[in-house]
């Protein structure tokens, strides 16, 4: 037998990508390919690149100059190693890559990565490979599934993609060029992946898509579902007891999908819902077809349904002719909300969309300055909102061991970090837990009802140890 090759994978950005560079291991695997964490040391190395963050292809050059040396140094050593580019900015720029690091083997586009086996093979034979074309085939109809211990190494919590692309066009946006137009898995596809996931433990599934409530998928009963019935489906498959989804449309929240939050004990109270902007013509700048009382309503259908429900939202601050007052009013906007967690980004320009070309720029000081303004106030109001657990009981699902000895690490319903000292027995079950204290991000505290070692004794110890993590996961979407 073969000895195993080496296989790292470096991810950018958003929980898609996190996604797919999972399932480009599962791709890998039958080809002899085992995953490391060392680049050093793998005889194929992939970049997962995001297109959204500011300087992401400037980020890419860079971190190929640092694997050229590491990929001359296995040649000297007598080894060869292997580069790939993968996702949006190969989408977006898979030519310029080429010409510009020679060091590449093969650059592939999201929609592509199921053809990395014999993107592999054209670069032995013929020294590189591209593929950037949107393909006429669905890639999830030729991805292997995970294997079983895979599955179980991964955690018990999972990604699912159901949907993909956008047909919104937001002007600061590249995703509908470098994921395509919205298109929607079918049901039963879905619903045997989350059974397979939840037959290898994963108890806690999070649903993505680029514009996830945008879902439209074939049902069984041969008509169009919209993401509240999928849920209200897999909500009844045995093992899962979480349910999530992101990233979310204001344009794109329907009546079923706000029920489901009414009715639906898995469906967690925590809901992504980006709003970019307070200021309507700013909006309107955007192509976000909504209004800020449009969003505001939204919020209210989904408070009406559920009481307890919270929000997180991603913002960008100076959007090209963004006046000091277009941006009080996202800050009115925030204070009228109030969120537990958000995302904010100063504006930058993405090569292609039709706010690079926008000539009424708002200068780098007046972004530093509204950008430190609004996270200080989202800032604050998510404090306020961890602070608040202090003294209830909550329910935690259970993850991991933490870094302190004895420590389990879980997370609440609105994915606040919740640490206990407890059994690795645990982990996998949703139990009570009662909030002592805060630490930065992190909720401390002990089982409900159990004999746990006092949270006081340890909190000195605590401060390099919690996990600095916001309350909310999610990355900038849609």
Not at 76 to 105: F, L, S
Not at 112 to 130: C, F, N, T
Not at 333 to 345: E, R
Not at 431 to 449: D, H
Request: hydrophobic letters at 40%; a negative charge; proline letters at 5%.
């Amino acid at each position: 037998m073969k000895p195993p090759r080496k296989l790292h994978i470096k991810s950018y950005g958003c929980q898609m990508n996190v996604y797919d560079a999972q399932r480009m291991v599962d791709t890998l695997a039958p080809e002899g390919f085992v995953e490391t964490d060392s680049a050093e040391d793998a005889d194929l190395v992939i970049l997962n690149t995001c297109h959204i963050r500011e300087k992401a292809s400037e980020k890419v050059y860079s971190e190929l100059g640092r694997l050229r040396a590491a990929k001359d140094e296995a040649a000297r050593q007598g080894r060869e190693m292997r580069i790939a580019v993968a996702g949006c900015v190969a989408q977006a720029e898979g030519e310029e890559i080429i010409r510009r690091a020679p060091t590449v083997d093969v650059v592939v586009g999201p929609q592509s990565y199921h053809h990395l086996p014999q993107l592999l093979a054209r670069a032995k034979s013929e020294g590189r490979a591209l593929e950037t074309e949107f393909p006429v085939e669905d890639k999830f109809g030729f991805l292997p599934a995970p294997k079983p211990a895979a599955i179980r190494a991964r955690g018990i919590s999972a990604f699912v993609t159901v949907q993909e692309g956008c047909d919104k066009f937001c002007t600061f946006c590249v995703v509908p060029y470098t994921r395509g137009a919205e298109v929607s898995r079918p049901v039963a596809k879905i619903i045997d992946d989350v059974k397979r996931l939840a037959d290898n433990g994963v108890r806690e599934i999070t649903l993505i898509g680029q514009n996830v409530n945008a879902y439209h998928g074939e049902g069984p009963d041969g008509r169009t579902w919209p993401l509240g019935r999928l849920l209200h489906h897999l909500a009844e498959i045995e093992g899962i007891v979480r349910l999530r989804y992101s990233t979310s449309h204001p344009r794109d929240v329907d009546d079923s999908l706000v029920a489901a939050h009414r009715d639906l004990a898995a469906l967690m109270p925590f809901v992504h819902l980006p709003v970019q902007s307070g200021s309507d013509r700013i909006l309107a700048a955007m192509n976000r077809k909504h209004t800020a009382d449009d969003y505001r309503r939204v919020i209210d259908r989904f408070r009406t349904a559920r009481q307890d429900i919270a929000f997180s939202s991603d913002f960008i601050v100076g959007f090209p002719g963004e006046t000091e007052g277009e941006f009080a009013a996202t800050l009115a906007l925030v204070m009228q909300i109030g969120y537990a967690g958000a995302y904010s980004f100063k504006y930058s320009p993405r090569p292609g969309t039709p706010a690079a070309d926008m000539q009424e720029t708002v200068s780098a000081a007046e972004m530093d300055e509204r950008l430190v303004r609004l996270q200080e106030l989202i800032d604050s109001q998510q404090s306020a909102f961890n602070k608040a657990m202090i003294g209830n009981t909550v329910d935690v699902l259970f993850e991991r061991a933490a870094r302190n000895p004895g420590q389990i690490v879980g997370r609440t319903a609105y994915l606040q970090p919740a640490h206990v000292f407890a059994s690795p027995d645990i982990i996998g079950q949703v139990l009570p837990v009662k909030i002592e204290s805060l630490e930065r991000y992190s909720l401390l505290g002990e089982l409900a009802g159990a004999a746990a070692r006092p949270v006081s004794s340890t909190l000195s110890t605590m401060t390099n140890s919690s996990q600095q993590t916001s309350s909310s996961q999610e990355t900038q979407g849609a």
